[in-house]
Structures are given as structure tokens and as C-alpha cells.
């Protein structure tokens, strides 16, 4: 009798009911996703790398040529019958672009962030916040229209040359990343608990001083990654900065020289070359560095949000 | 009209008893008048008149959502930002509630305690240091002696002596309630306000926290918002009962508690309250 009872117990309760076939399936279709996903991801890096060791494997050039290479020319053979192709000023003009405009944006994005969020939160919910959303959504092309039609002549004005270059790329990826950037940090402070500021006036602090000793420390780790994703933006844009900075790929001299930068050199030139050709793999090489590149500024994002947590 | 059978319980029951402190050896240090506070046209607080007798305990109690901290917090004008507050709160003769006070000099006379222990992300010592430093004390030794006798003063000296570099967030809940009382009593405020701060806390936490508070009685006004009716009893001299934005009664804790005057005061303490 009690055996029976137990049996059947066993049974109901191993039998599949509706809700774990449900679940199962479910399971199935989200792995499925994921694992297409990750396919995908590792296809495209797989590509990328395979087409872009292609320089160093079968055209037989010298890494260390290729990252220190001054000179940029993949059409014409050096005395010694090597081909030019020397990435350093891409990489530099990269660099630079990237690390003038966060220096730039970083303040600005802070301090609009602070007032969004701590001094005026009201009116930053009403003005700010959609402003900066709208701003996110407009293409870059439009970006570099404008700073072709207003930032390069302003510069040509103030500084002669032909006013394309290394400040004008700045210009206009300081306004590009600046939404990011505040919308991002402006999220960091709203992650700090009211306690803290709470503690802090009950301390006898004042606003500013709990803003500063206070939200800030605390905010660093995101107000941190929302820079470094701001620089990655910048690293990775193309179509602005490739329509204001000048595209030659030369080492910049000063900031309103003509340059280019990995991402303007590959627009510019990929749709001009031929498959497998050393022109064609030299601009894949450039693609692959822009990639490891991309990784690393995850990688940073991600270091920042694991001490971040930690704390 | 009432609607109670029960007509002689409810004619001699009293609708509102308060009697202020009037005990030798504890002028008043602190008292409201006609305080009203409102969230936007929401009226929180219809009248809160209290007094509070210098270097005793007195306990605010009441059920959730009375006003018992947004009283608390009107008191060192926490509620600035949040709500309106009308009415005078006199501190030493001074009414603190006019809008020419400097409420960051204020608060340092009126410190506040708050339910969730919440220590910055410093070391301890910094956590203890901050409102010294906010006012420009930048001098080691005096630092470092405000650090010691306000760690010793909350009862967290011994655990901690040898760790004042490590992050304050390595603390456990009672040790962070405790430094979070070392940082206020830092700057030696007049008035200490505490709002719930032994809520978090596990029960022996909690008396070691009672015992801290009983110490700190000889320094500090203590004004203490909590739910615990033991605890009530056992630390404070004076309690208030709050009840949807009133204080219903107000006496000395063990006429609270013996012998409630207000019908619902005797319901709440002997919790046969809604
Ligand atoms: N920031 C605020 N904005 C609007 N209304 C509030 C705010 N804080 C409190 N209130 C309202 O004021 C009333 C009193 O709340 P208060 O927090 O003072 O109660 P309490 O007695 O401290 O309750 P508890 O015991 O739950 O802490 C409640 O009706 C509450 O909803
Ligand atoms: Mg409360």
C-alpha cells in the first residue's frame, strides 16, 4: 500500500509536465542564439585576423616595419624592394584624436552630468536628458558635414593651412562622444546611493563639497568607463573624422597638418584595392590593429567595472 | 458622537496628553513650536510641539509612516530640499528654521544617525576624519586624537585600533552603525539624532549599541526614532508617541508605558494597535 503510494508520487512527480517541456524549449531557443551570436563574433574576428596576417605571412613584410613604418604607401617598393607599408602615423593620428577629444569631452561631461543629476535634477530630466538622446541618434555623416562646412573654415581661419587635420577631427568627436559620455556618467552618479549624500550633509557638508569628496569617489570607477567608452567611440568612428581630417597618411606634425587615422585610411582606401593584393592586405592589417584595439578598451571597461565592484 | 460601547473607557481616555521635560540638571536645549512640514501639498506633520531636556535619551515612537523621521529630519533641516517645514525650532534660544542660518554650521551642533549604516567607501579613519577635514583641520596629531576618542566614545576603539586603514565597508552592520556614530560624534555635536539605528542590527549589535547610547547620554542629547518598544524603554528618559502626523503623547518613558493617557498610546505600547 505505502509502496504504491510512493510509486505513484514517484511518477507524478517525474513525469514532464507542461512547464519544464516549456522550459527546456525555451532553454534550447536562447542557447541556440547565444551560440549564433558567439559564431558570428569569432567568424568576424577569425576573418579579420586571417585576412590581416596575410601582410606578415605571404607578403613577407616585418611586423615591427609595420607598426614603426613612418611611411605609408603600399603602391610603390622601397630601395631595398620592400613595400612602404609603415602604420605608425595612422596609429599615432588614431591615438591622438582619441586621447585629445576624451581630454576635452571628459569635463564638459562631468560638470553637465553633476548638474543633470545632483544640482538641477529636474530640469536635467527635462532639457538635458533628451537632448543628449537626440544627439546619440544623429549620424556621423552629419557630424562631418558640419565639421566640414563650419569647424575645418574656422580653423583654416584661425590658424592657416588648409584647416583639415588632427583639431578639426577633435572638434567634431568631442561633440560626437560628448552624449555618450554625459548620459554615461550622469548614470554613474545616479548609481550613488542618496545615503551617501545624506551622510555626508548630515556631516555639515556642503553641496559642493559632497559632490566632490562624496559622489565623485564613489562614481570614479563609471564616470571612468563612461571615458573610456567615449574614447572607444572616437577610436572606432570613420566617416567624420575621414571628411575633416585631411586623409594623408603622413606622421602629423602639428595638429592642423592634414593626417588620417586607421579608421579614415580604411574607408578611403579599401573600395580602391583588390582582394589579396599586398595593397589590400596592408589595409586589412590596419583593420586587424583597430580590432585588437577595440578589445582592449573592452578589456579596460571591463578591469574598471570588476575594481569598481570590488570596492 | 461615539459609537463605542465602551463610553466610559473613552470619555476618560484623553485625545492628546503631552507633558514637557521639566527635570533639574536638563534645561532644554531643544524644543519645536508649531512645526508643520509638508511633501509638496501633502501635509506630513500637522504639529509637532516637543521639548528636549539636555544630555537624555528621548524616544520617538509610533507606527509606520506617523512622521517620526520626517520630524527627526526637520530637526537638522534635512528636509531642505524635500519638503517645506514651517514652524520655529529652537536651539539654545536660536530658531534654526529661519532661512539666515547656516545649516552646514548647524549641523555640525546637530548630528544625525541614520537607519542604514552608511559609511563612504574610505578607510575608517577617513570616514572619521571627513567632517574635520571638510572644515579645515588638516593637522595629524589633532586628527588622530579626534579618530582615537571618538572610536573609544562609540565603543569601536578596541575592535578596529589596529585596522583604521582598511575600507569601513569591511565592517560588519553593528561595527558600521557604531563608526557611522564615531564620525558624527566626531565634530562633538550638541544633539545627536538617530533614526532607527539599531533596525539592521542583530540583537546583540543592538544592546551593545543601547549601552553605547546610555555612555554617550553624559555628552550628547540623544533624540532616537525606533520601533522597538524594549528598547524605548530601556535607554530613554522621554517618549513621544507619533500617530499619523501627530504626537499624541508625550511624557516620561515609564508613564508612556505604565500608564498611557491616550487610548491609542495604550493600544500601540501594548500592541493591540489596527
Ligand atoms: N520624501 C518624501 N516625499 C513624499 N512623502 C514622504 C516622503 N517621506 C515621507 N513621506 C510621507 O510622510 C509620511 C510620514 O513618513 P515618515 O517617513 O516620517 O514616517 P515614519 O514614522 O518615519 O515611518 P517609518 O516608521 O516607516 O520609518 C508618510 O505618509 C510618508 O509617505
Ligand atoms: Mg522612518
Same mark, same amino acid.
Not at chain 1, 226 to 251: D, H, K, P, S, T
Not at chain 1, 257 to 281: C, D, E, F, K, Y
Given at each position: ?56 605571412? @605571404? ?14 604607401? *603600399? ?25 585629445? =577629444? ?37 549620424? =556621423? ?7 566640414? &562646412? ?11 593651412? &588648409? ?54 569617489? /564613489? ?14 567611440? /572616437? ?16 606622421? *602629423?606634425?602639428?595638429?592642423? &597638418?592634414? &593626417? ?24 586589412? @592589417? ?26 | 458622537?461615539?459609537?463605542?460601547? +465602551?463610553?466610559?473607557?473613552? !470619555? ?21 513650536? %508649531? ?14 510641539? $516637543? ?21 527627526? #529630519? ?11 517645514? !514651517?514652524?520655529?525650532?529652537?536651539? #539654545? ?22 537607519? #542604514? ?16 577635514? $571638510? ?26 585600533? %589596529?585596522? $583604521? ?24 555635536? %550638541?544633539?545627536?539624532?538617530? +533614526? ?12 551593545? $549599541?543601547? +549601552? ?8 550628547? !542629547? ?28 508625550? +511624557? ?23
Amino acid at each position: 500500500m505505502k509502496t504504491k503510494t510512493t510509486q505513484q508520487l514517484e511518477q507524478q512527480l517525474k513525469r514532464h509536465s507542461k512547464a519544464a517541456k516549456l522550459e527546456i524549449w525555451g532553454r534550447t531557443v536562447s542557447l541556440t542564439a547565444l551560440l549564433l551570436i558567439v559564431a558570428v563574433v569569432v567568424a568576424i574576428i577569425g576573418f579579420v585576423a586571417s585576412k590581416g596576417i596575410a601582410t606578415f605571412t @605571404s607578403n613577407h613584410v616585418n611586423l615591427w616595419d609595420f607598426l614603426t613604418g613612418k611611411s605609408w604607401n *603600399p603602391n610603390i617598393t622601397d630601395a631595398n624592394g620592400k613595400p612602404e607599408v609603415g602604420a605608425l602615423p595612422m596609429i599615432v593620428g588614431s591615438f591622438l584624436i582619441t586621447i585629445l =577629444s576624451a581630454i576635452v569631452a571628459t569635463p564638459f561631461a562631468i560638470g553637465t552630468a553633476v548638474f543633470m543629476n545632483e544640482i538641477s535634477p529636474n530640469k536635467g530630466a527635462k532639457i538635458l536628458q533628451p537632448v543628449t538622446e537626440l544627439l546619440v541618434g544623429i549620424p =556621423s555623416v552629419v557630424y562631418g558635414f558640419i565639421g566640414l &562646412s563650419v569647424v575645418v573654415p574656422t580653423t583654416r581661419a584661425i590658424f592657416g593651412g &588648409s584647416g583639415f587635420g588632427i583639431l578639426s577631427g577633435t572638434c567634431v568627436l568631442f561633440v560626437m562622444i560628448l552624449p555618450t559620455v554625459t548620459s554615461m556618467s550622469a548614470d554613474a552618479l545616479k548609481s550613488v546611493p542618496r545615503y551617501y549624500r545624506e551622510a555626508s550633509l548630515a556631516l555639515g557638508a556642503t553641496q559642493w563639497q559632497t559632490i566632490y569628496k562624496v559622489v565623485l569617489r /564613489a562614481a570614479t570607477p563609471g564616470l571612468m568607463t563612461a571615458v573610456v567608452f567615449g574614447m572607444a567611440r /572616437a577610436f572606432g568612428e570613420a566617416l567624420a573624422v575621414q571628411m575633416v581630417i585631411g586623409n594623408a597618411a603622413l606622421m *602629423p606634425n602639428s595638429l592642423v &597638418s592634414p &593626417s588620417s587615422t586607421l579608421t579614415s585610411v580604411l574607408t578611403t582606401g579599401i573600395g580602391n584595392t583588390v582582394m589579396g593584393s599586398l595593397q589590400n592586405n596592408a589595409l586589412w @592589417s590596419l583593420a586587424l590593429v583597430l580590432l585588437l584595439m577595440s578589445l582592449v578598451f573592452n578589456l579596460i571597461i571591463r578591469l574598471i567595472g570588476r575594481k569598481g565592484r570590488l570596492q | 458622537m461615539f459609537i463605542n460601547n +465602551d463610553v466610559t473607557k473613552a !470619555t476618560t481616555m484623553q485625545e492628546r496628553h503631552v507633558v514637557q521635560p521639566h527635570e533639574a540638571g536638563h534645561p532644554i536645549i531643544l524644543s519645536t513650536e %508649531d512645526l508643520h512640514v509638508f511633501y509638496g501639498k501633502k501635509e506630513a506633520l500637522f504639529e509637532g510641539d $516637543l521639548q528636549f531636556g539636555s544630555n537624555q535619551i528621548t524616544a520617538l515612537i509610533g507606527p509606520s509612516g506617523s512622521g517620526k523621521s520626517t520630524y527627526l #529630519r526637520s530637526l537638522n533641516r534635512m528636509n531642505d530640499r524635500i519638503a517645506t517645514v !514651517t514652524g520655529k525650532i529652537m536651539y #539654545r534660544g536660536v530658531d534654526i528654521n529661519q532661512p539666515g542660518i547656516d545649516v552646514y554650521e548647524m549641523r555640525r551642533r546637530v548630528g544625525m544617525v541614520f537607519q #542604514r549604516p552608511n559609511p563612504f567607501a574610505k578607510s575608517i579613519y577617513d570616514n572619521i576624519a571627513f567632517a574635520l577635514r $571638510l572644515r579645515g583641520t588638516t593637522d595629524k596629531y589633532a586628527l588622530d586624537e579626534v579618530v582615537e576618542t571618538s572610536l573609544k566614545q562609540a565603543a569601536l576603539w578596541d575592535q578596529v585600533k %589596529d585596522d $583604521l586603514n582598511k575600507s569601513a565597508l569591511a565592517l560588519s552592520g553593528g561595527q558600521a552603525q557604531r563608526l557611522c556614530i564615531a564620525r558624527a560624534i566626531a565634530v562633538k555635536p %550638541d544633539i545627536l539624532l538617530l +533614526d532607527e539605528p539599531a533596525s539592521a542590527l542583530d540583537p546583540v549589535s543592538t544592546s551593545q $549599541l543601547e +549601552d553605547t547610547l546610555l555612555d554617550l547620554k553624559q555628552h550628547y !542629547t540623544i533624540i532616537i526614532v525606533t520601533h522597538n518598544m524594549q528598547q524605548a524603554a530601556r535607554i530613554s528618559e522621554y517618549t513621544a508617541f507619533f500617530n499619523q502626523g501627530r504626537v499624541l503623547e508625550y +511624557d516620561t518613558t515609564s508613564q508612556i508605558f505604565t500608564n498611557p493617557q491616550v487610548q491609542v498610546t495604550s493600544d500601540y505600547v501594548s500592541g493591540n494597535f489596527g
